[in-house]
Every structure is written in structure tokens, then in C-alpha cells.
């Protein structure tokens, strides 16, 4: 089984994907991932959002597209297919979704976008963390990191409408109200996988 999480920065998605591993990785062989991954080309594409000083054009957000798309290639060929190959359930920290909506704030056709992604294996759910963007920028506000490329309100508003509207194109999605409790969000995390994975998925 392969799960997303998508969402916004600060929205608790690699919090959840954290949760969901240590507590299914009890009774099942799992695989905690994210993107961009560590790879070089995740790095650098981590590094270019963090420096670009042209961080709004399309011209640097194509460029940024094609970083995650090639590291995305790495990622399925090295990480998720062979743990899907091998029983494993594969649980990853952003995926295509993530893409076709950051893509699709400045503009890039998001029809493109998701053609683009289409060889790459579908998940078997998707969560995409829904929080309203005022609530993600005071979460942000909290890093101690430098804020990135993505991590205004603006484009943060833009991008939670696209992330809902791309999201209902998924089979098996989930919009999880993201401004509740760890605890309570895990809980129903957990309890839709469950069920999925009686349902054989």
C-alpha cells in the first residue's frame, strides 16, 4: 500500500506520516519517506527554494518542477516500488499532489502538471491536511529554519484551493480537518487505513 500525505507547510502532515508509521510499523513492514527526498537532487532542489532570489517567476518554478519530477523518479525507481514490491506499505511525505498544486499557484496548467506525473504509481489513499492559512503561517512562524520559497500567505491560500480541488481527482482521498489534536487526527488516520486495509485496498 502506498499512502500520501500532502498539505500545506504547517499544516502537521510530516507529524502525522510520523505517527502513522511508528504506529502501523507495530504490525506491519513499513516505509517512511517524504519529498524532495535526500538524494542530490532533492538536496539541491531544497537548496534552490531556500535561495532563489527570482523565487515567483514561472520560469524558476518550471525549473523547480522539473527538480521534483526527477527527483520523484529516483524516489519511485529506489524507494517506493521496491518497497511496494516487496509487501512493504510505503508511506511518503508529499507526492504528485504536492506538485500540481505549488505548480499550479503561478500558473502552470495543472492538467499538464498531472500528466506529467501520471506514470508514476497512484497512491492507495491520499490525506491531504487541510488548515486554514493564517493558522499554517503562525505554526511556521515557530521554525527555526528559514521560511521558504512557498511560505507566504498568499501562496499558501492559493495553493489550500488548488490542493482541495486537485485532491477530489484522487481516488481515495481523504481532507482531513488539520486544526484539531495530534492525537484525535491520528486516531482517524489510523482507523481509515485500517479499514482500507480490510477492504484489501
Not at 519530477?69 to 510505503?90: C, F, Q, T, W
Request: charged share 25%.
Amino acid at each position: 500500500m502506498l499512502i500520501a500525505f500532502e498539505g500545506l507547510d504547517g499544516s502537521g502532515k510530516t507529524t502525522q506520516a510520523r505517527l502513522l508509521f511508528e504506529k502501523l510499523s507495530q504490525s506491519y513492514s513499513c516505509i517512511l519517506t517524504k519529498e524532495p527526498t535526500d538524494g542530490p537532487i532533492g538536496l539541491f532542489a531544497r537548496d534552490n527554494m531556500k535561495s532563489s532570489t527570482n523565487k515567483d517567476t514561472m520560469e524558476n518554478t518550471l525549473l523547480m518542477e522539473a527538480f521534483f519530477i526527477a527527483d520523484r523518479i529516483d524516489h519511485v525507481n529506489s524507494v517506493i516500488k521496491p518497497g511496494l514490491e516487496s509487501g512493504k506499505v510505503v508511506i511518503t511525505d508529499r507526492y504528485v499532489l504536492s506538485t500540481i498544486a505549488y505548480g499550479g499557484v503561478v500558473g502552470i496548467d495543472t492538467v499538464w502538471l498531472a500528466e506529467l506525473n501520471k506514470s508514476f504509481p497512484t497512491p492507495d489513499i491520499t490525506f491531504l491536511m487541510d488548515i486554514d492559512t493564517q493558522a499554517a503561517m503562525e505554526r511556521l512562524k515557530t521554525r527555526a529554519n528559514k521560511p521558504q520559497v512557498f511560505e507566504n500567505k498568499e501562496f499558501l491560500r492559493v495553493a489550500r484551493y488548488i490542493y482541495k480541488n486537485e485532491a477530489q481527482k484522487f481516488k481515495n482521498s481523504h481532507v482531513i480537518d488539520a486544526d484539531r489534536s495530534q492525537d484525535t487526527i491520528a486516531e482517524e488516520i489510523f482507523n481509515i487505513v485500517m479499514e482500507q486495509m480490510q477492504k484489501g485496498h
